[in-house]
């Protein structure tokens, strides 16, 4: 059975679900878990019973007692003052009304039923003015309480309740410490708190119609009292044992001898296994959420785990969003089909207003789809507009970078290697172009020619995604190839099946090109590293008698002329790059978050693409970097002077440490890294993340030692190219000779 029906399945009657927010921030998306969950609970009582309410309280009496950064130096003032009495940022309203606006949004968008009531209102109103009489006259009982639970003993002077200051209009800075029967007497104090600092005044007032207010758990009970609440249910944190809950209980229970309402704990969401913070950056926002997932999709998320379990939710990098789609589509024909009643209880109960049934087409193809020219027609046809919307973003911020592609305008260079028999499947499947429509049937097709040509499917439809979108994988190539117009993959088939000789030659050009090192006293590539990277080529170079500045003219305007050429450049362009994207496989494999270390290629030209500009290090390392850019190539260079050769690329040995440039203390390695390393120990982390300080280029350094990285995608003939054009660099701004060249191939 449903978790919702099997936990009410007992109860009649007049229900009061109840629920509180404090609108004082953005709303990470567990915050929304509370809104649906109570929302749920409610459409199960009302099918059982006509007489039930749901309410939401945005509790903007309570006083601002931490801000958002954004806001932390202009809003510091308002510390202490009451959400409702502080000026939107926005200017439209209150503190309160500028974040509950958004909290309205999402809850209208989520098909939320609920009533929603401004705590302050209340209090101004009146509502909880006998609640306030009764805790006030009955304040022993709430010391009581209090003493039980905290194991301390609370003064006569201790009372259940703050005024507003009518000095400061502080209310985080009250202290009640008399009531007699009609007035407090008040004290406004400056150390009360360490967040807000009171005036210094006293006096007297009545403590009703919004001139004072409870702390939150007498505040809780007394909301209990007022409305009569019968369900309210809470984040796991105020639902421990002798927590916020248990102390409102009690209050409740010895003050208006009541019984609290009916309650459960429901858990967080996890990002790595950490409770979701917006504060701490940790998750998404529930705006975020609500751009990647349908609202039918947030509301299933939301209640498909038993809500007193962690659910794990990071979608960066992951397939956990088209997983959650999938399994939407699961519950979807449990529903229609007559499946599992649980399943299907559970899609009904994430529907907003009417039943819709969600398109078949999976949400992992929709992602391929929107990344396809010309697909706008097949997924109007589906009924997927709002799909694509969502799937749109996913690719954007959230898919791992294997299922990107783009198609290429210009011949991807995996392309030119292709052999005689794939350009003969590519001359025939272009043959055949014209007269396909259906991809089903033109998926086989494709996959008999490549059957005849002695391939296998995977090996059929590489060649295809090489030509097209530069990757030995990709989306269903029929699918893909009927979305591009048939004369350009004509053109781009044919061409590449007509590049034979020409292309041949080229290839074995270049090889013989290579200038290959071959010298172990200079550097040499472990055996492991030769072993897991096939494609490593490493290029080296020695420059003796260089002289380096902090600047120079002319240095500065090619590097002004080059951030001008990268104008528009945007982060995910980046991620479209196949040298970059070798460097992410590569950190990958190296157990790396490339999001929280960058390859170097990466690193200097996403600062370009949020247009932070670029280093100024010294005229070599300015020079060189520029190679970096141009080529996305990676490389460093070091003082030849302090490296004790013979240099080596390997693994590093657990524990291994080295003394980053710039740090003060030393950083280990994993045994999955890898690093250039000479007698001394290593001088680079994660190849070309950061470099160690004791071997760095500063303006004493006279000879200089060179590596460029090749790996996966990144060729022998591009490192070369690399190579030769920092040496080339360097020299024009250092002068020099150039000693030793040469590329290091597995
Ligand atoms: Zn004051």
Redesign the pocket.
Known sequence: MFWGDKLLQNRSGREFVNDGWTPSGIVHMGGLKGPVIHDVLAKVLKEKNKEVTNNLSFDDFDPIDGLPQTLAESYKDYMGIPICMVPSPDGKGTFGDFYGRKMREMIAALGIDVTIYLASENYKKGLYNDGIKTMLDNVKKVRKVYEEMYKKSLKDDWYPLQVI?P??N?LG??KVINWDGKEVEFV?LPNLVTWAK????TGKMSPFNGNAKLPWKPEWSIKWSTFQVTIEWSGKDHMSKGGSFEIAANILKAVFDQEAPMAQAYEFFLWNGKKMSSSKGLGLTGEELLKVLSPQIARFLMIKTEPNKAVEFNPVGTDIIPKLYDDYQKTADAYFNNGDEDLARVFELSQIGEVQRPSEIRFSVLAQWVQMPNMEGAIKKEGLEEWAKYARVWVEKYAPESVKFLVQQELPEEAKNLSDKQKELLKKVAEKIEQEQDPEIFQTHIYEIGKELGFTGKETFAAIYKVLIGKDHGPKAAWLILSLEKEFIKERFEGVANMKQEAGNKNQDSERKINVLNDSKIFSIATEVREKYPSISVGVAVIKGVTIKETNPDLEKEKQQLLDSLRGLTTEQLGQYPEILAYRKLYKSMGIDWHSRRPSPEALLRRVALQKGLYTVNTCVDAYNLIVMKHRISMGAFNLDTISFPTEVRFAKENEELLLLGDTELTKYTAKELGYFDTKGGFSLDINYRDAQRTAVTLDTKNIYLNVDGFYSVTAKQVQTSLQESCDMIMKYCGGKLETFGIEIA
């Open positions: 200051c000095q400061c502080k800075t009250t406004c009171g005036c210094g005044t």
